[in-house]
């Protein structure tokens, strides 16, 4: 009897390994299951927040691009006015520049050179 006794309790510590040993696969499944839904939450959020950061980023830089953009379209303004501004000079003294220039070149006046 007891040999009987001895192999049930036997039995019963087995089953109840078995049994212990799929509740620790199922927490592991589990667990395995719940880290990857943890990551691609977190991955979500991660590209949400970064979604929202560059829209702000790119609203930023809009508002203060605009602001870039007048200053640089007044410095354009400003450059073209001093360049018509050096033209015009340029035109009003450029008949009496060739003149002498042509001169110069016509009537040469040939100078010896100075003894040293």
């Not at 309790?9 to 719940?34: H, W």
């Not at 002498?100 to 006046?109: H, R, S």
């Amino acid at each position: 009897m007891e040999s009987a006794q001895n192999s049930a309790g036997i039995q019963t510590l087995l089953d109840a390994e078995r049994e212990a040993s799929k509740i620790v696969q199922k927490a592991r499944e589990f667990r395995t299951k719940r880290v990857r839904e943890a990551r691609d939450e977190a991955k979500k959020e991660i590209d949400a927040y970064r979604k929202a950061k560059d829209e702000e980023f790119k609203k930023f830089e809009a508002e203060h691009t605009q602001g870039n953009k007048q200053a640089e379209d007044e410095a354009n303004r400003e450059a073209d006015a001093k360049i018509k501004e050096i033209q015009a000079a340029g035109k009003k003294g450029q008949a009496q520049v060739v003149d002498e220039l042509l001169k110069a070149v016509f009537e040469v006046k040939p100078v010896p050179p100075e003894k040293a």
